[in-house]
């Protein structure tokens, strides 16, 4: 009997140490395993401007309440290139969606709001998130808004509501 006990806790060992290897197969392979920074995952290198200002927004998860899938919206304003950085502004909008009685709806994430995304740009070309700048809420925010945005953008941030919908229409496709 004891020889049995004995084989019977070197196959669940071995069951659950294959376990293991396939899940951490699985965390590797879905990046769930990269380190994080203080504005959430850290993002992966990319070429395409658009595509990494959609990274960055998603990255801001830890701002916001859980849900199953993450989303983001933005409208790129316009785009302020020096040295190795680039500076994107943006009207940007974050989402978390979740099934409530059967229906995907969004149950977290912000409106239309003004952003400035500045990356790192290396000599291949490629993206990498180095500040992710939203205005100061209340009373501080048109004032904070200013000193991030150039004249040149201040009627669009300033009306940034009227992205909503379209903002609404990205994160939703």
């Known amino acids: 009997m004891a020889y049995f006990a004995s084989v019977r806790k070197r196959r669940v060992l071995i069951v659950g140490l294959l376990c293991m290897v396939v899940l951490g197969g699985v965390l590797v392979a879905n990046g769930l395993t990269k380190q994080s920074s203080p504005m959430g995952p850290q993002l992966q290198i990319l070429k395409d401007i658009d595509t ?9 998860i830890t701002a916001y309440g859980p849900g199953e899938t993450a989303t983001e919206g933005h409208i790129i304003l316009g785009t302020e290139e020096s040295n190795e950085t680039t500076k994107v502004y943006t009207i940007a909008s974050y989402g978390a969606f979740s099934f409530e009685n059967g229906i995907f709806t969004k149950v977290s994430g912000s409106g239309a709001i ?38 040149k953008f201040k009627d669009q941030v300033l009306l940034a509501d009227k992205y909503y919908l379209d903002l609404s229409k990205q994160q939703e496709a």
């Open 114 to 151: 003004p952003t400035v995304i500045t990356f790192s740009k290396n000599e291949h070309g490629e993206y990498s998130l180095l500040d992710y700048k939203e205005p100061q809420d209340g009373a501080a925010y048109i004032d904070s808004m200013k000193k991030m945005f150039s004249n």
């Open 52 to 60: 990494s200002v959609s990274h960055a927004i998603k990255s801001r």
